[in-house]
């Protein structure tokens, strides 16, 4: 049995090119969705599977980061006077969930390098990596599957999405091996391999990577080996693709746990936009006045020309 896994590793330290110029000062992991940045989700998704210890990869924006996860006094003195508990909870409830820890990538010289600096603080036991921009929706637990996994199987596991094949070049594709170890969980598979943003016609599976990892330790001594890949940048990629050949003796050995839940991807502008009414309709508090205000909208033939009425506020 491998021991329990406590620590999970959030990388926030990408340029965020796809989300320019939000992204110019603030980090994508800090952009609201709804009324929460992305990084908070993250966090309540570690901590819901088990994950109390994180540690945040940072980079040049880090400030607004550290500072959500930090008390803010005089805000909070101003609610308490105010009497307003409902919005004291929301601004206390960041600081609350986790213990956080920062440290500084320095350069962006991509995922694998970023990962490798968490070295020191994860040690020598297995941990989650849980990418910012891919937000999975709470009532689809994938983390916790992933990690009960790890436990039962070792080396190392990543999460697999079924994509439509013109859409795989987008992503890691993964090429599936015969798997005896994992027969009747059908949603477990072996990896033989991996191909990052593969030309579709040649992508060895329709199953794309997603941003949540569960890792051997042996990763970071395969990461300090590994030569800077694709676009210049160390690949996480790269170094699952090494583990996936390395015997389970020596940490390795890389399976997929196959997700069919909901998956917003954030640093995307439109699919941002997408996770944004999506999670904004399906709340008690802002869903009823959206909805009938998109179905009013989308009746109108999406008419921009139209004036807006005056807000009513809350
Ligand atoms: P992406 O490949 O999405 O890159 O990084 P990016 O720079 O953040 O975004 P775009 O594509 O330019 O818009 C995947 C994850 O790895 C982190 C990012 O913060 C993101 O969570 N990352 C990437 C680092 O922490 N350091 C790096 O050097 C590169």
């Excluded at 170890?181 to 593969?198: C, F, I, S, W, Y």
Aim: include cysteine; aromatic fraction near 4%; proline fraction near 6%.
């Amino acid at each position: 049995m491998t021991e329990a896994i406590r620590k999970a590793v959030i990388p926030v330290a990408g340029m965020g090119t796809r989300f320019l110029p939000a992204t110019k000062t603030t980090p994508k992991e800090m952009l609201p969705v709804v009324d929460r940045p992305a990084i908070e989700y993250v966090v309540e998704e570690a901590v819901s599977a088990g994950l109390t210890d994180v540690l945040m990869v940072t980079g040049r924006t880090k400030r607004t980061l550290e500072d959500h996860f930090d008390r803010v006094p005089e805000l909070e003195a101003a609610l308490e006077a105010k009497g307003d508990d409902a919005r004291l909870a929301l601004v206390r409830r960041a600081t609350e969930l986790a213990q956080v820890h920062f440290v500084r990538q320095g350069e962006a010289r991509g995922l694998g390098h970023a990962v490798l600096c968490a070295k020191g603080h994860v040690g020598d036991e297995p941990f989650a990596v849980l990418l910012g921009d891919d937000l999975i929706d709470e009532r689809d637990p994938l983390l916790q599957r992933m990690v009960a996994v790890q436990a039962q199987h070792g080396g190392s596991v990543v999460a697999l999405l079924e994509v439509p094949r013109d859409q795989v070049g987008l992503y890691g594709c993964a090429e599936l091996a015969q798997d005896d170890a994992t027969a009747g969980q059908e949603d477990v598979v072996r990896l033989a391999g991996m191909v990052e943003k593969p030309d579709p016609a040649d992508a060895p599976s329709n199953l794309a990577i997603i941003g949540r990892y569960v890792l051997s330790p042996a990763v970071f001594e395969v990461l300090e080996r590994t030569p800077p890949g694709r676009g210049g940048e160390i690949q996480l990629t790269d170094a699952l693709q090494t583990l996936a050949g390395t015997s389970p003796e020596q940490g390795g050995g890389v399976r997929g746990v196959v997700f069919r839940g909901r998956r917003y991807d954030t640093g995307d502008k439109l699919d941002y936009l997408k996770a944004v009414v999506r999670l904004a309709s399906g709340r008690e508090d802002l869903g009823p006045g959206l909805r009938e205000w998109l179905a009013e909208w989308v009746a109108s033939g999406f008419d921009t020309e139209a004036p807006t009425h005056a807000p009513v506020r809350r």
